[in-house]
């Protein structure tokens, strides 16, 4: 029979599971133990050994309709919790197409069948990217003012879940969490998540690459402090409909955080190499009055023990080859360490 299962638990869908906040995420979903989780990731940013032993894998694009048909119908799901995309904010306005279509054509696609089977709850992690040059630290009542195709992106299928929840009922809750670390980052991907990138960088024995002075200021986010709220929400009283910044208090500089990383990778003195400027928001951190209203004022890790967690991490993890991305739609103002790395 379509859609029967011997646990009857209502399914949840994870997209994005095989990644970093993904697959914490599955975690914590299976730690709380009230839905039945199949994890769904195309493995074209994760890794298949991020996931826990014995969750539901399907392998799968959510720009793949016809694949997500399936796995609807024959799930059932109640609740959607999205969170595969292609997070590259200065690598997104080289690839236009290739971001528009992994991030707002596959999160349609998953609008669509959540619609169609009537789910209770649709789960988006979006970004601080939809800010833009906004002062901080941003808040979710301000008007978003992307600068980045990817934050752009974001932004589109925050406001398409407005208006499905306006037309259809559908009840979402979007996630705007900044500079999230830990255990499971993609530490092998040269365009993204820059602790990652130093860490693979102090293995490597190279020296740590910064855009500009490394005067940027952002908030360092530990996944431990996010991945839970994520995984909780569609049961939290006063969470559903809203847009929830989450994340980190204190901001630091680019340069600050490089020193720290070097710490406690073991390697205090290890060098920095300064490259040119690229297009970025210079200071980027937010307020976080609506989380604590909605799930309780909670204490954030302090960087220097996430930095710790995730080392620990990364000194076991074995090297992965991971591509570098080299099918550009547009080579025009390419940062020149990109260049390079691609033999232009």
Same mark, same amino acid.
């Given at each position: ?74 799930? %059932? ?61 941003? %808040? ?24 499905? %929840?306006?037309?259809?009922?559908l009840p979402f809750i979007v996630f705007r969490p900044h500079n999230v670390y830990g255990e499971y980052q993609n530490l092998w991907d040269p365009y993204r998540n820059v602790i990652g990138i130093f860490m693979n ?11 500009? =002075? ?10 431990? =402090? ?119």
């Amino acid at each position: 029979m379509r859609g029967a299962h011997a646990d009857e638990r209502p399914a949840a869908l994870v997209t994005g599971a095989a990644g970093f906040i993904g697959s914490h995420v599955v975690r914590a979903l299976l730690e709380d133990g009230r839905v039945r989780v199949v994890a769904l990731d195309d493995l074209s940013g994760g890794f298949r050994a991020n996931l826990p032993e014995g969750v539901a894998f399907v392998q799968a694009s959510v720009t793949d309709p016809a694949a997500l048909a399936r796995l609807f119908d024959e799930h %059932r799901f109640q609740y959607v919790f999205h969170l595969a995309a292609y997070a590259a904010e200065g690598l997104s306005h080289f690839i236009r197409r290739f971001n528009y279509t992994n991030n707002v054509i596959g999160s349609v696609n998953l609008i669509n069948e959540s619609v169609r089977h009537h789910a209770k709850a649709f789960v988006f992690t979006s970004s601080i990217a939809v800010y833009g040059p906004i002062e901080p630290p941003m %808040r979710e009542d301000q008007v978003p003012h992307p600068e980045d195709p990817y934050g752009v992106a974001k932004l589109a299928v925050e406001l398409d879940l407005a208006a499905a %929840r306006r037309m259809f009922g559908l009840p979402f809750i979007v996630f705007r969490p900044h500079n999230v670390y830990g255990e499971y980052q993609n530490l092998w991907d040269p365009y993204r998540n820059v602790i990652g990138i130093f860490m693979n960088q102090i293995r490597r024995g190279q020296p740590m690459t910064v855009f500009g =002075d490394g005067t940027q200021r952002r908030a360092f986010t530990y996944v431990g =402090d996010v991945a839970p709220h994520i995984a909780a929400s569609p049961w939290t009283p006063g969470a559903l409909d809203q847009v929830i910044n989450v994340g980190a208090r204190v901001p630091c500089t680019v340069n600050d955080l490089a020193r720290a990383v070097a710490c406690v990778m073991g390697v205090p003195d290890h060098p920095v190499a300064y490259l040119d400027a690229r297009q970025e928001v210079h200071q980027a951190y937010s307020d976080h009055s609506r989380a604590d209203a909605i799930f309780g004022v909670q204490e954030p890790t302090p960087l220097e023990e996430g930095l710790r967690r995730m080392a620990a991490w990364a000194r076991k993890v074995e090297d992965r080859t991971v591509g570098v991305f080299d099918n550009l739609e547009l080579e025009q103002g390419l940062p020149p360490a990109w260049r390079a790395r691609l033999g232009r």
